[in-house]
């Protein structure tokens, strides 16, 4: 490559990122919904053509931002189990870690919301990159789990590691979104969100730990 095509490169990743970082902004600010293509070019500084340049849509844009909230949750799993020996305290680790994102970046964990509750489509670039991101975070959780029947910690009759991960993300994050959204409702039932989140995780451990 040309050191004129590389700068081009260059430049247009750079826009890329201040299209994506500026309807994150908006996206924190009002939530999705509320947010426009017009507002997204206007805080982005461009004009409205050359941010369909670059997205075809509102739907690819919110694939752009899940994308790099994915990998962001991917990294808070990875320095989460970092620091723990056992596989069963490292998902322990990793259900805390899910619980914390919510908590500190609710727009992105609204992105994954919103990116779960999709139908699939042909799958364009963003849209893959998500799904790829996706893998990456079942990848962790499938090693931690491998690691905890390794070192005797995780039960070794739980099943398939695949379909056992993809059970306890969809568990975490429902559970994240009750506690989260249906606060007032379960308080009536006299269940506090942070109980909820605590008490839940704790029976996942229950489930998965080595009796």
Not at 9 to 28: C, Q, S, T, V
Not at 61 to 74: C, G, M, Q, V
Not at 105 to 118: G, N, T
Not at 169 to 181: C, E, K, M, P, R
């Amino acid at each position: 490559m040309s050191y004129l095509a590389e700068r081009r490169e260059e430049e247009k990743e750079r826009r890329r990122l201040e299209i994506i970082e500026a309807a994150e902004l908006l996206y924190a600010e009002k939530g999705w919904d509320a947010v426009t293509m017009d507002q997204v070019a206007r805080t982005a500084r461009l004009s409205r053509a050359l941010l369909y340049v670059y997205f075809r849509d509102k739907e690819d844009l919110l694939f752009a931002i899940t994308s790099r909230a994915l990998e962001e949750l991917r990294q808070r799993f990875e320095r989460a189990i970092a620091g723990q020996a056992l596989g069963i305290d490292q998902m322990t680790a990793i259900g805390r870690a899910y619980v914390l994102f919510q908590q500190e970046k609710p727009f992105q964990f609204d992105a994954c919301s919103r990116y779960h509750a999709h139908h699939a489509h042909e799958g364009q670039e963003n849209e893959l990159a998500c799904a790829a991101q996706g893998d990456g975070l079942i990848a962790v959780m499938i090693g931690v789990l491998q690691r905890g029947i390794a070192d005797g910690s995780i039960r070794a009759d739980i099943g398939d590691p695949v379909k056992v991960c993809v059970m306890l993300w969809a568990f975490s994050h429902g559970l994240i979104q009750i506690a989260t959204n249906k606060s007032v409702e379960i308080a009536r039932q006299g269940v506090s969100a942070g109980t909820l989140m605590e008490d839940g995780q704790a029976m996942l451990r229950y489930l998965l730990a080595v009796k």
